[in-house]
């Protein structure tokens, strides 16, 4: 069987800064075969930086900005034999100022790992990604990580992802003892238990059938089956149910038992929402969407690579699909597959992958990409900003060129724009800080535009949807807070959370979105 014809599992790893997602990505990819040593990740993500000198701040912070996406294979033995998958993982941007990117890097996924270290459970940006995931119902597998340390005793962390997360949990596994008492873990599946070895206490593959070693413990995982759920599917890939795996990524313990969980229990390729319908995967013809669109490292050439999700049919080098955006078909010549150690031409793709598409700004997130024109997805939001900044441009003789910046850098996804209705300067949105240093380094660079940003009366925006009078109503009585965005729609910016509440109180036929479909 080619590569081509696997099975597919795309998914992203979620989870708080520090919690052992590069770790994990780098021992997934180890066990796939696709990286040879522990640290490749980080370096790779180093030297692909040293090139892409138009992001400053990337190589100031020492932190990746951008997603990409890592393919490896793994032989897996299922009812049926054994069988190698194609595992598609997207990396979601970890640092504690995140863009939406990393939210919209989740609907291009079909499952999605959390990672929880151990002693601090579930921390802000796990929750803020966890609900961008069931926004979407996408399934999650936990992985609570670093049990070779120090860590909460494991009810209370499962206890805390149920009644946090509003989830029943489903534990597979359990750790026997922790931190310097850590003697193993026991698989509930497979009744077998992973042994630290040698010094660094690592796991090498030593497995034995015997749990019982501290005392106590029997009774402990006897509790830990009895007192959860048991696994099941359907509530799993409903987004109801999430099985847990303890681990320690650092020391290889349980990895190997992700992996078989992604490859067993994670939704192959889903039927993905357009209108009404569902496109499913086995449609004859090739559709796709742009979940991401990055620009290139050469500030140069405005040379762009739109990251597509392939839904359905079997793509081939040198096809021509219609972006919904353009209407008329480009031919997709060079496209890119990427693999974890080196980006590949691709001369077939298919649903569940992820192509890159190098253009020239033609393609746009949430862009459609079909053979026949037809299809158009929905589901692919934009998410409310967080932060909003008044942009006070430095020399008032370049406002064309600020507006064309502000409508690019904005059909990229790296800031979302406001227009509004009353007052001059544009409003520019974010969900996380970093964007915004990042759009005042590239309007300079790439733009020649000096601005500065100044502080807005705004703290968020609102979509507004309901019957048009009760909008147009509203409108006429609040024109000093209203804007639009990048598309023309309105949108109410409020001064607080409270402000939303307030408003939704007194117009209650009217919704004020947080998203918004594109
Ligand atoms: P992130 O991508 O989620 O931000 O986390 P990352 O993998 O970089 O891990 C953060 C820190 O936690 C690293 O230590 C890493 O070695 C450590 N770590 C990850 N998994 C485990 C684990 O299972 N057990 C233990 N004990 N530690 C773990 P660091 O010292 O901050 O970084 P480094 O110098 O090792 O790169």
């Not at 026997?176 to 238990?193: A, K």
């Not at 742009?290 to 793509?315: C, E, L």
Request: proline residues 7%.
């Amino acid at each position: 069987m080619s590569s081509q014809e696997n099975p597919r599992r795309t998914f992203a790893i979620i989870s708080h800064p520090d919690a052992g997602k590069t770790t994990l990505t780098e021992k997934l990819l180890l066990q796939g075969g696709a990286i040879h040593l522990a640290g490749e990740v980080k370096a790779r993500g180093q030297a692909r930086r040293a090139r892409s000198d138009w992001m400053k701040i990337e190589q100031q912070r020492g932190i990746s900005v951008t997603s990409s996406v890592m393919t490896f294979e793994k032989e897996f033995i299922g009812e049926d034999g054994p069988e190698t998958i194609t595992f598609n993982l997207l990396d979601t941007p970890g640092h504690e100022d995140f863009s939406e990117d990393t939210y919209r890097t989740l609907t291009a996924v079909d499952s999605a790992i959390m990672v929880i270290d151990a002693a601090k459970g579930i921390e802000p940006q796990t929750r803020k990604l966890f609900e961008v995931c069931r926004l979407r119902s996408v399934p999650i597998i936990t992985f609570v990580n670093k049990v070779d340390r120090e860590g909460r005793d494991p009810f209370e962390t499962l206890d805390e992802v149920a009644d946090m997360l509003a989830l029943d949990v489903s534990p597979q596994m359990w750790p026997i003892g922790m931190g310097g008492l850590f003697e193993g873990i026991l698989d509930f599946r497979t009744g077998e238990v992973a042994r630290p070895e040698g010094g660094s206490k690592e796991y090498l593959g030593k497995r034995d059938t015997d749990p019982a070693i501290p005392e106590n413990f029997e009774e402990e995982y006897q509790l830990a089956q009895a007192g959860y759920p048991e696994f099941d599917l359907e509530a799993y890939r409903n987004g109801d149910l999430t099985p847990v795996y303890f681990g320690s990524a650092l020391k290889n313990f349980g990895v190997e038992e992700l992996i078989d969980a992604i490859a067993r229990y994670a939704p192959p390729p889903r039927p993905q929402p357009a209108g009404e319908e569902q496109i499913s995967p086995d449609r004859d013809e090739v559709t796709g969407f742009i979940f991401k669109v990055q620009a290139n490292m050469d500030p140069m050439h405005r040379d762009r690579i739109a990251f597509m999700r392939q839904v359905s049919g079997t793509f081939k080098r040198g096809m021509k699909l219609t972006p919904s955006g353009l209407g008329k078909p480009i031919a997709v010549h060079s496209p890119i597959l990427f693999f974890a150690q080196d980006r590949e031409i691709a001369d077939t793709a298919h649903p569940g992958d992820i192509i890159g598409i190098p253009n020239h700004g033609t393609l746009r997130v949430g862009d459609t990409l079909s053979e026949k024109n037809q299809v158009r997805f929905t589901g692919l939001p934009n998410f409310a900003p967080e932060i909003l900044r008044r942009v006070q441009l430095k020399d008032p003789t370049k406002t064309k060129q600020l507006r064309k910046a502000l409508d690019d850098l904005s059909e990229e996804g790296v800031i979302q724009v406001f227009y509004p209705v009353i007052g001059g300067s544009s409003i520019v949105g974010v969900v996380g800080q970093l964007q915004l240093e990042v759009l005042v380094s590239r309007l300079a660079a790439e733009y020649k535009v000096e601005a500065g940003l100044e502080a807005s009366p705004f703290a968020t925006a609102r979509w507004l949807k309901g019957p048009q009078e009760k909008i147009d109503e509203f409108e006429r009585f609040n024109q000093g807070n209203l804007a639009h965005d990048r598309d023309g729609d309105t949108v109410f910016m409020a001064k607080s959370p409270w402000d939303v509440g307030y408003q939704q109180e007194k117009n209650p036929e009217i919704t004020f979105s947080a998203t918004k479909e594109r």
